[in-house]
């Protein structure tokens, strides 16, 4: 079983679309979180949510909505796209208590906006 | 912003070891090095981490200096399938607090 799965794990759309990708993990963690990877490889935090509640949200523009309805889900909606949405973007989960802090991450969904 | 220093690539010959250094001489005493790779664009995978004393498991082992300042990640005989980048990352031992990446280290394992 996957531990963290995201879909679509290809994503391609137009400009000025709305559309969403999904996260589910097994793992029974209180903790999920989106990470976006740019053209540059460099990942970068966007939200976290415990137990449903945003954590982060890192200046991330507002047509980034995150929604979890449930601590086993963390889905990403994103209005009106841009060309500079296109990237690869992460789920990950970790335990939001206790002593392990080991995050597990997601295969990864690519976005590409044209 | 991250909180290490890594160099930007290495290389290693396959069954040889490889040893990755990173500085974070801004390190405070509630906070724990952990180390982190990516297999080409998969998603990160989680390797070791430690405070002070060094640790080994399965994966790596990680050396971490008495003032805590540097640490490397020594993966014992390179294979071909550990070619990837490695992430060093300083964190408050807390679950549920978000990773910062930095640039990680390119690391290239060849025959």
Known sequence: DTAVSQTPKYLVT??????????????????????????????????SYNNKELIIN???????????????????HINSLELGDSAVYFCASSPGTGMNTEAFFGQGTRLTVV | DAKTTQPPSMDCAEGRAANLPCNHSTI?????????????????QYIIHGLKNNETNEMASLIITED????????????????????????????????????????SVSS
Request: aromatic fraction near 12%; charge should be positive.
């Open chain 2, 68 to 107: 805590r300042k540097s640490s490397t990640l020594i993966l014992p005989h390179a294979t071909l399938r550990d070619t990837a980048v490695y992430y060093c990352i300083v964190r408050v031992y807390q679950a549920g607090t978000a990773l910062i990446f930095g640039k990680g280290t390119t690391l």
């Open chain 1, 58 to 76: 890192e200046t991330v523009p507002n047509r980034f909505s995150p929604k979890s309805p449930d601590k086993a889900h963390l889905n990403l």
């Open chain 2, 28 to 44: 405070s005493g509630n906070e724990y090095v952990y180390w982190y790779r990516q297999i080409h664009s998969q998603g990160p």
């Open chain 1, 14 to 47: 137009q400009m000025g679309n709305d559309k969403s990708i999904k996260c589910e993990q097994n793992l029974g963690h209180d903790t999920m979180y989106w990470y976006k990877q740019d053209s540059k490889k460099f990942l970068k935090i966007m939200f």
